[in-house]
């Protein structure tokens, strides 16, 4: 498989380059109400990006497909269905299992979020009732992983403060 001056390790290398770029112009489309292009820009590149990207990156995928979805369902009309509520559903536990495998509790809150707002929206509460719980543990395992560990935050580095005396 490898070509006689390398450059099918290039092309490998770049082909995961070329999947993060895709997955942060899909956010930025999302972000720019092009529901449609940036959800045509996943589902285009959700072979290359499972093929080449890291968990994280897949899970944050699988995200931004079940925001797309939603967001293009609330957009159509005012009400949604029931098999268009569930349809992110898949996408969710997708992501939900990318994101504990990394311990990625911020996104893991976003993704209980979603998931909370879905099933009250189907008149599930108990489930809702049960992800305020989770939710609520996330925020507190995050408050507590970030007193206990140096943890880096939009360029910053967060140190706990050192005990005074002694």
């Not at 080449?52 to 949604?80: E, F, N, P, T, V």
């Not at 893991?108 to 108990?126: D, M, S």
């Not at 049960?130 to 943890?151: D, E, N, P, R």
Request: glycine share 4%.
């Amino acid at each position: 498989m490898l070509m006689k001056n390398g450059s099918r390790v290039y092309r490998l290398h770049f082909d995961a380059l070329h999947a993060v770029a895709c997955i942060a112009v899909a956010e930025c489309q999302l972000r720019l109400q092009m529901t449609t292009k940036a959800l045509a820009l996943l589902a285009s590149k959700m072979h290359m990006i499972l093929q080449h990207c890291d968990c994280l990156s897949q899970a944050k995928a699988q995200l931004l497909i079940a925001k797309c979805k939603l967001q293009l369902h609330q957009g159509a009309a005012s009400g949604m269905t029931k098999t268009e509520l569930y349809e992110p559903l898949s996408h969710l536990d997708m992501a939900q299992k990318g994101f504990t495998k990394v311990n990625a509790i911020k996104e893991l809150q976003q993704v209980h979020y979603l998931r909370a707002r879905i099933h009250h929206h189907l008149k599930n509460f108990t489930y809702v009732v049960l992800v305020v719980v989770v939710v609520g543990f996330c925020a507190s395992s995050w408050s507590c992983y970030s007193q206990t560990h140096s943890t880096t935050y939009a360029g910053s580095v967060i140190r706990r403060p050192k005990p005074s005396g002694g």
